[in-house]
């Protein structure tokens, strides 16, 4: 039997090291433990074995809006490693070639973010009056849904702003929004957001991204990325803030929850054995069968979550980085709308190092099976088609990265997506599948980690208080 801890985490990605510091800063000792050999489970990185270069395993891009990961941040001291701009301002280079710019005016910081993205829309040269105008005619319904922004897909049809079974695609017509408007900003935010075509994706979580970005200031809708690779922003000051407190990170220790006799959960690896009075369960969906199996026997609550884990599609995202001899980007990232691969990155601009560019395709299930070279000689073409320094660039190499179960699906007629709250005392689940009222993102992992963490601090704030 290893050494008593007052908290197990399952899991080191951003939901479960959420999870470990807040409970760690409220003064526990956590233990971490984590299947792989290391940290950061779907947004972590990778050293390239030709280069030598730390690799995103995905480029994940944050926005202003992102409050909880913003606050896990700052409590592990890696705040400022991320940029944020101070407002909207993207680049696009449309289908037909043309390069473009959507950014929001420097209007005073009072003023509303709705009113600082409907500022960027309406001056965007890209589009008549016609267009223009069908974007004032979101204002009222994202007005509305702005007060019911951490509410259920239920609850946003209960309040009537969706319909039952209602896409993204469907929501966006029915609101009156012209077909240049979807294809160039629409849907390629939904599928940023989302990781599934408009045409699949479930309308309430893409309402409540809307309504994040426009809550708030104009930051709120600003790209914010890192400068440094993922693992160091977040997995290895994790790592040394639980250490200095008393806790401890481990890797390589696949865990299984079974219940002890004294009433107290019991987390095995193959090396080790604890009881554990509070367990954090941070990992993805489709893991949680293997993992609370044991556990969850005899438990109807915990029972139907594993029953909809199992019954729950996941979604892919393709990565190809690219290596050239040359700059190819003027800034850090790029928008291909109408595309493929809708995003490029390029590195310099945000870690320095080798010209590397990250084409990212997001709802990927046309192409997860193509080959590595397929998929390589694609998203160089569509790179060097819109732009032509990667044309004149010499390509090096290129290197894929598929992430076959990156997100969840949010389609209508999925299962529900369960609470924090287990039927299983001392248990508490976390991971962006948890029922935030958010999608797949790193701000609805923070989300769900801080609140299995709130949810069991209290349960040792009370039993600090039993008598004895």
Known sequence: MSRAFDAVVLGSGVAGLCAATRLAEAGARVLVLEARPSGGGRATAFTDPRSGERVDNGQHALFGCYRDTFRFLERIGT??????????????????????????????????????????????????????????????????????????????????????????????RRHGQRARLVDWLWEPLALAALNQPMQVAAAGPFLRVLAALLDGGPENAALALPVVPLDELYVTPSARYLAARGGEL???????????????????????????????????????????????????????????????????????????????????????PGRVFQWAFERRHLVGGATHVSLVSSGAADVLHQSNEALGA???????????????????????VREARATYSLAPGQPARPSTVTGVPGLFLAGDWIETGLPATIEGAAVSGHRAADAACAVLHARARQPG
């Open 79 to 172: 705040r400022q490693l991320v940029r944020l701009e101070p407002r909207l301002s993207l680049d696009l280079v449309l289908p037909d070639g043309r390069l473009t710019r959507l950014a929001a005016p420097a209007l005073p910081d009072w003023v509303p973010g709705a009113a600082h993205l409907a500022a960027a829309v309406l001056g965007w040269d890209q589009l008549d009056w016609a267009d223009r105008w069908s974007v004032l005619r979101l204002a009222g319904p994202l007005r509305r849904a702005q007060a019911t922004l951490r509410e259920s897909d239920a609850a946003l049809e209960t309040h009537g702003h969706v319909r039952a079974g209602e896409t993204v695609e469907q929501w966006l």
């Open 378 to 400: 694609l998203a160089a073409t569509e790179l060097a088609t819109a732009v032509p320094a990667a044309a004149g660039a010499t390509l090096s190499r290129t290197q894929t």
């Open 250 to 336: 481990r890797y390589g220790a696949q865990a299984r929850l079974m219940p002890g006799p004294d009433g107290r959960i019991h987390v095995q690896t193959r090396q080790d054995r604890w009881e554990a009075g509070l367990v954090v369960c941070a990992a993805p969906w489709h893991a949680l069968p293997q993992t609370l199996g044991a556990l969850a026997q005899g438990v109807p609550a915990l029972m139907a979550v594993l029953s909809d884990a199992v019954a729950t599609a996941a979604s892919p995202i393709v990565t190809v980085n690219l290596w050239y001899d040359r700059p190819v980007l003027d800034g850090p990232v790029l928008g291909l």
